[in-house]
Structures are given as C-alpha cells and as structure tokens.
C-alpha cells in the first residue's frame, strides 16, 4: 500500500512512549513489524485491563494484519529524533532502536505493566505470527488492505487467548476438499443419530 503524501509522521505522545518501552524491553532488537503490530496488541489488553486503549493510534487492517498507521508512518517516513531504523545485513529486515525515551514518563504505572506484558508475551513472535495473530483477532474483516478499523473489544481480547489461536488455527487447516477426501458419505440416517 502506498502511503498518502498527505499524511503525517508525527507520532501521539503515548504511542512513541509504548515503543521507546518497548524497545528497552524486548531482550533483542525491535523489528519494524514488531514495531507497527505491538501496539494494537497492547491497545486491545488496555482496553480490557483500563476500561481504555493508550497508544491514541489507528489501528488498521493491512494485508499482513493490522498495522498501528502512525508508527508506519513515522518509522517508514522518518527521520526522528527518537527511533532509529536501520536495515539488517542480507535481510529486508529492519531493526528499530531508541535513542530518546525520555516519552517513557508520559505512562502510567498500570500503562507500563501492560507494555512490560506484551513485550514479555509477543517478543519471540515472527512476523509472520503476529499477522496472522492479528487477522485472526478480527474475523469480521473480510477483506484485508481495505485499511478497515481494527476491533479493540473483547472479542478480540478473548482471540488473544491460546485456547482461541489454537482452535482457529486447527479449524483453519480444514478445506472443502480435505473434508471431501476425509469423510465417509452416510448410508443410514441411524448411523449417524447412533
């Protein structure tokens, strides 16, 4: 998706705090899609936690699951006296380091908990994981890259649960044809009310 020239790159105070901590906290270097996708995951557990998200920003329904648009923006469109982006050797990968989070005072006690959780959590977490993790705490899109509104609520908070992944993950393997192979047709209403 190409990103609109009109937008900007300025980032919400307490979304640039979520990040610096997150940063700090995740044992080896943030990467860009950690970097964008963190952040819903740490709005959805706020809203569930503090009644509120915390990031003030937009989550977004990309192609490769939700996005936090204004960390996009922001680190995709830099320079910023904040966050550092480098490319990693023989990858298209790219590291995002802090080199100011003096934004980290702008959370809560409870606020940095909840970072501190999801960093902890979600920090092994491929990109390719945590896309799917987010297409699947948002069933009711349909269509990704529409740049649709991500689901905060409980339901997507419920979706974070492993018993949740796991089952939607199992159901997921399932196709028309593998149930066509798999399955016996019925000769007998009995056999099945048996």
């Avoid at 509120?52 to 699951?65: C, D, R, S």
């Avoid at 997507?156 to 028309?176: D, F, Q, T």
Wanted: charged residues 25%; hydrophobic residues 40%; glycine residues 4%.
């Amino acid at each position: 998706m190409e990103p609109d020239s009109r937008m900007t790159t300025q980032m919400p105070v307490k979304l640039e705090a979520v990040l610096a901590r997150l940063c700090r906290r995740i044992p080896h270097a943030l990467n860009t899609t950690q970097a964008v996708k963190l952040p819903y995951l740490v709005d959805v557990l706020a809203n569930h936690v503090l009644g509120h998200p915390i990031t003030g920003g937009h989550h977004q329904a990309w192609k490769h699951g939700v996005v936090t648009e204004e960390a996009w923006q922001h680190l995709a469109h830099g320079p910023s006296a904040v966050f550092r982006v480098t490319p990693v050797r023989f990858s298209e990968e790219t590291r995002v380091e802090v080199l100011d989070d003096s934004s980290a005072e702008a959370l809560s006690e409870d606020e940095r908990r909840i970072v501190d959780f999801v960093a902890e959590e979600y920090a092994y977490v491929s990109a390719t994981e945590l896309g799917l993790l987010t297409k699947r705490m948002n069933p009711a899109i349909s269509s990704w890259g529409g740049n649709r509104a991500a689901d905060l609520g409980e339901d997507a908070y419920e979706r974070m649960s492993p018993v949740y992944l796991e089952m939607a993950e199992s159901v997921a393997e399932i196709s028309l044809d593998r149930l066509r192979r798999e399955s016996r047709p019925i000769s007998s209403p009995e056999d099945v009310v048996a």
